[in-house]
């Protein structure tokens, strides 16, 4: 009877310690899952600051498309348009390169080169 006795206790003691190592792994996964689920979160944040970031740039450069030679030539070089900075370039005569960056850095969100006609008759 007394070796009954130890084989059932020596089983009790295993099946607590396993029931504790496998609260050990739930815990762990439970964590690496909060991890993910915050690190996602924090993605999507940053996105929807880059989007609204890139529509900002691009009402800027809308409005930039609808500019006359004089008013690009008034503005050419760098220049602070709201949160972001413009740089404004004239390669050519006839050609304005245009590329709005970050107000603190010099990435560039968007850059396009607008055509303007030379001459008496051009209207724009």
């Known amino acids: 009877m007394i070796l009954l006795r130890r084989g059932r206790s020596h089983r009790t003691g295993a099946a607590l310690l396993e029931a504790i190592i496998a609260l050990a792994i739930l815990s762990i996964a439970g964590i690496a899952l909060l991890r993910v689920a915050l690190e996602a979160s924090h993605a999507i944040a940053l ?3 880059a989007e609204i970031r890139l ?3 691009g ?3 809308d409005a ?3 500019w006359s030679r004089t008013e690009f030539d008034q503005r050419l070089g760098v220049r602070t348009q709201g949160a ?3 740089r404004i370039s004239r390669p050519t005569t006839q050609l ?3 590329e ?3 107000s603190e850095g010099e990435a560039v969100l968007l850059a396009t080169t607008f055509y303007r006609a030379s001459g008496p008759d051009a209207t724009r």
């Open 96 to 98: 304005y390169h245009v």
């Open 55 to 57: 529509r900002d740039a």
């Open 59 to 61: 009402r800027l450069m």
């Open 84 to 86: 972001m900075r413009m």
């Open 47 to 49: 996105s929807a600051a």
């Open 100 to 102: 709005l960056m970050e």
């Open 64 to 66: 930039a498309s609808l």
